[in-house]
T-cell receptor, first 116, second 113 residues
Framework: DGGITQSPKYLFRKEGQNVTLSCEQN?????MYWYRQDPGQGLRLIYY???????QKGDIAEGYSVSREKKESFPLTVTSAQKNPTAFYLC???????????????FGNGTRLTVT | AQKITQTQPGMFVQEKEAVTLDCTYD???????LFWYKQPSSGEMIFLIY??????QNATEGRYSLNFQKARKSANLVISASQLGDSAMYFC??????????FGKGTRLSVIA
């Protein structure tokens, strides 16, 4: 079955360490996204990519970095510059990029990151 | 920035009853899309229903329907015949132009037996 795989489900890191969250999709979707969710909050966009080797900052990109070397993969690195990294991170994809219509997002199951 | 407002942090509904979850939004663009997602306690986001701003009829998907009032800039989700499995967070989201989806803060729905 096609879908989006995020790993690991839970991740623990010490403050000051960079950490990379994995996101893989086999839906052949063009666009991929990273959102952050804090308790009692909606989803906030970190980065998105419309095509391989291209990505754009979202509303809260500071302290994060991404790469899109393959269509299937869009890893997110949480750097030590991110002030409050503890959160639930959701990866998503859409069949078309945002500029080509209103296709819905398909989400992975998320990674819960805890930094102490 | 686009703003999506969900004014009900939490809602309770009796099993088998209908419930309406509110969503209002800002927009200056005549063309946009509205989405509703369900997030169970396990965390995944499940797409429920979509309404385009130019759609003439309100969207329906099984027990889900969208009460779209364009002039009021509202897109309320109606869930009919509530089931215990409907207990979850529900998010309204909007897409305009080239920008990705923007989400509201969500409403937690609890279905009571």
């Amino acid at each position: 079955d096609g879908g989006i795989t995020q790993s690991p489900k839970y991740l623990f890191r010490k403050e000051g360490q960079n950490v990379t969250l994995s996101c893989e999709q086999n839906l052949n979707h063009d666009a991929m996204y990273w959102y952050r969710q804090d308790p009692g909050q909606g989803l906030r966009l970190i980065y998105y990519s419309q095509i391989v080797n291209d990505f754009q900052k979202g509303d809260i990109a500071e302290g994060y970095s991404v790469s899109r070397e393959k269509k299937e993969s869009f890893p997110l690195t949480v750097t030590s510059a991110q002030k409050n990294p503890t959160a639930f991170y959701l990866c998503a994809s859409s069949i078309f990029p945002p500029g080509q219509g209103n296709s819905p997002l398909h989400f992975g199951n998320g990674t819960r990151l805890t930094v102490t | 920035a686009q703003k999506i407002t969900q004014t009900q942090p939490g809602m309770f509904v009796q099993e088998k009853e209908a419930v309406t979850l509110d969503c209002t939004y800002d927009t200056s663009d005549p063309s946009y899309g509205l989405f509703w997602y369900k997030q169970p306690s396990s965390g995944e986001m499940i797409f429920l229903i979509y309404q385009g701003s130019y759609d003439q009829q309100n969207a329906t998907e099984g027990r889900y329907s969208l009460n779209f009032q364009k002039a009021r800039k509202s897109a309320n989700l109606v869930i009919s015949a509530s089931q215990l499995g409907d207990s979850a967070m529900y998010f309204c989201a909007k897409k305009t132009g080239n920008t990705p989806l923007v989400f509201g803060k969500g409403t937690r729905l609890s279905v009571i037996a």
